[in-house]
């Protein structure tokens, strides 16, 4: 059983990643396709004249403010173009995927962030009405069902509160619960860079390899989206996932090579 995640931001190879769906799939392996879309969600709402707002916590992490018209955009973007179009081109080489998000069938649920404290001119503020979740339970009974069919599931980052209220949930964390909940034995983080880098954006100091021991201090030299990678990836490796790797998905065969070894390897 295998978890792959792409990200939203530009360069990651989709027409490769879907040929190593295919012929993954073809193997018998079981897969689950996880994506995000938080850079075609900010275009859209420059262009429907809502520019995104970012905020970083105390604690350093940047995340998008996402009022409901927000939220509904990330909808229209996430759940309807991107999800659509990786259902095509995963078809268009006779593999069964199947498009859904957090929302469908109670996928993903997540516990609404009542309020978040945000650091603006240096001064901590606190907003309300945001849209976004940390996720708390993965519905496998139903990703199971999908599967054991012979269908690829492909899932779009959205959740549902325990209120049924819709919520944006960050893509590398969701492929890292949805991994933890199925026990796969691999999560594949595509993204535009070979892996973590030491020295970013130095390409040459790229960490092959790393103990689950040392992602605590590796979080020092991640920046903040890549944050989000390695906090998924430990929190999968918490949940039994045997192995967490972080590839480029720039390359051809970007998932085997992936599964070969390359990239960030954190087991
Ligand atoms: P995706 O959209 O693929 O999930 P993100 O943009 O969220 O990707 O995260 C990957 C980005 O993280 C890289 O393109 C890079 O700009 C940034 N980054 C920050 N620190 C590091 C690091 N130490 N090693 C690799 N990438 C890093």
Redesign the pocket.
């Known amino acids: 059983m295998l978890v792959v995640?792409?990200?939203?931001?530009a360069?990651?190879n989709l027409e490769a990643v879907c040929a190593d769906i295919a012929a993954l799939t073809q193997q018998g392996q079981q897969v689950v396709l996880v994506h995000?879309g938080?850079?075609e969600t900010n275009r859209l709402s420059e262009r429907l004249g809502h520019p995104p707002r970012f905020v970083t916590s105390p604690s350093g992490f940047t995340s998008r403010y996402t009022d409901r018209a927000t939220l509904e955009i990330f909808a229209m973007v996430t759940a309807g173009k991107i999800n659509t179009l990786l259902v095509e081109a995963l078809q268009a080489k006779r593999v069964n995927a199947l498009g859904l998000s957090g929302i469908d069938g109670r996928l993903i649920e997540a516990k609404r962030k009542e309020a978040i404290r945000a650091v603006e001119n240096g001064k901590v503020r606190v907003l309300h009405d945001d849209h976004t979740g940390t996720i708390q339970a993965v519905n496998a009974r139903l990703l199971h069902l999908l599967l054991d069919a012979g269908y690829v599931p492909v899932v779009a980052p959205l959740a549902l509160s325990p209120e049924g209220v819709a919520l944006n949930v960050d893509?590398?964390r969701a492929a890292a619960m949805v991994a933890g909940a199925l026990h796969a034995d691999s999560l594949i983080?595509?993204?535009?860079?070979?892996?973590?880098?030491?020295?970013?954006?130095d390409e040459d100091t790229l960490i092959p390899r790393l103990e689950r021991a040392g992602l605590e201090a590796?979080l020092s030299?991640?920046?903040?989206?890549?944050?989000?990678?390695v906090l998924g990836a430990s929190e999968a490796l918490e949940r039994g996932v045997q192995r967490v790797i972080?590839a480029d998905?720039r390359v051809s065969e970007p998932v085997q090579r992936a599964l070969a070894g390359q990239g960030t390897v954190i087991a």
Request: charged residues 25%; positive net charge.
């Open positions: 995640k792409i990200g939203g931001a360069g990651v995000g938080s850079d893509a590398d983080l595509l993204t535009n860079v070979p892996g973590l880098l030491r020295h970013f954006p590796s030299f991640a920046e903040g989206r890549m944050k989000k990678k972080l998905g």
